[in-house]
């Protein structure tokens, strides 16, 4: 009777090979759960929302089909959102930009969207916001809780509603 395969190896060639098996194996776990548990350091997210007019004209109480565009803002947890939301309407009608708690935030209302004309308002810790016609506000806030909130324009419902995404 011959003796295994293993035999004819010697010691080190033996601890060679068994190295190898356990890099390979450390390796493809590794990659396997880095590409499953993937850490993206918080960072500020930045974007640009307008207010936007359906391509219709039914009236409801006597305002616009009005959106949001965009109407999903998709972010991680933990980052800092810095919103740019402008009236580029030139129907003379405010909007709203309300969000869901536990969401609060900070704002800045400028008297006109290019913020040549200066500062209209200022607003700490709030849920609410309302800007003119062409006028901008820019919101921030961190991104502590994961889900998915609503915001909303007030005085555009049904239509005007959208969603922030928390991944985290």
């Excluded at 109480?61 to 933990?78: A, R, S």
Aim: charged share 10%.
């Amino acid at each position: 009777m011959t003796g295994s395969g293993f035999g004819k190896l010697s010691t080190g060639r033996l601890l060679m090979v068994a190295a190898v098996i356990a890099i390979v194996s450390g390796v493809s776990v590794g990659l396997g759960v880095g590409y499953v548990i993937h850490y993206n350091a918080p960072t500020t997210r930045v974007f640009y929302m307008f207010d936007r007019s359906l391509p219709f004209d039914e009236m409801v109480w006597n305002i616009p089909h009005d959106n949001f565009l965009p109407d999903t803002i998709t972010v991680n947890k933990g980052d800092h959102v810095l919103i740019h939301f402008a009236d580029t309407e030139a129907t003379p009608e405010g909007h709203t930009f309300d969000i869901d708690p536990p969401y609060t935030f900070n704002a800045i209302v400028y008297k006109n969207i290019t913020q040549g004309g200066g500062i209209a308002s200022t607003f700490s810790n709030v849920p609410s916001v309302t800007i003119g016609q062409s006028q901008n506000a820019t919101i921030t806030f961190n991104a502590s809780w994961a889900g998915t909130f609503r915001y909303i324009c007030h005085f555009h419902q049904p239509t005007m509603t959208g969603y922030l995404v928390v991944i985290g």
